[in-house]
């Protein structure tokens, strides 16, 4: 699975959108991205994943770029309760072996 | 529908001793996944299983560490003769069958071991 690069930690301020940056670069053409976040202590929650197309959900947008050597996960809203570690995943959507190689993710926090 | 039930939530052990980590995936999820977390750290995989079946354990420490999954029953993941360094949270994850796969992994709450 194709490594991942995100900045260590970033601040949002409460009410603003949470712009979170991915670096893909050697990503292949049948891998996805996928996101995922962990809030202090608890266990991992997917957010979205997506191809090539940008993807919205309930809780996200993922913005992929067109070259998908990068991506940006967008919570919209930030509240308190966004604050987490943040794993940006690229990986084989290999169905029927869904192992996750997890880094070290964006620490975000959300200011009030 | 409940999720991924872990037990139990946390669990203190003497060095020597044994700990059992079990989990009950979410209803119809037939795959397994053990994770570790040590403080401070990301988390790791260790070990990927079906029903009665270890898939990949590419991630398990290669002494004091089991896991199945019976045809019946949770998934266990056992540490024999723990030490201090088995301290840590260790998460369980499930996903579906094959034909209804989206790629989502979903996770419990984690049992978090102390070893004295």
Redesign the interface.
């Known amino acids: 699975d194709a490594k991942t690069t995100q900045p260590t930690s970033m601040d949002c301020a409460e009410g603003r959108a949470a712009n979170l940056p991915c670096n893909h670069s050697t990503i292949s053409g049948n891998e996805?991205v996928?996101w995922y976040r962990?809030i202090h202590?608890?266990?991992?929650?997917?957010i979205i994943?997506g191809l090539k197309n940008n993807e919205t959900n309930e809780m996200a947008s993922l913005i992929i770029t067109e070259d998908r050597k990068s991506s940006t996960l967008i919570l919209p809203h930030a509240t308190l309760r966004d604050t987490a570690v943040y794993y940006c995943i690229v990986r084989v959507?290999n169905?029927?072996?869904?192992?996750?190689?997890?880094?070290?993710?964006t620490r975000l926090t959300i200011i009030p | 529908n409940a999720g991924v039930m872990q037990n139990p939530r946390h669990l203190v052990r003497r060095r020597g001793q044994e700990a059992r980590l079990r989990c009950s995936p979410m209803k119809g999820h037939s795959h397994v996944y053990w994770y570790r977390q040590l403080p401070e750290e990301g988390l790791k995989f260790m070990v990927y299983l079906q029903k009665e079946n270890i898939i990949d354990e590419s991630g398990m420490p290669k002494e004091r560490f089991s896991a199945e999954f019976p045809k019946e029953g949770p998934s266990i993941l056992r540490i024999q003769q723990v030490v201090r360094g088995d301290s840590a949270a260790y998460f369980c994850a499930s996903s579906p069958l094959l034909d209804r796969n989206t790629g989502e992994l979903f996770f419990g709450e984690g049992s978090r071991l102390t070893v004295l």
């Open positions: 996805y996928y962990q202590s608890q266990g991992p929650q997917y994943h959507a169905f029927g072996n869904e192992k996750l190689t997890f880094g070290t993710g």
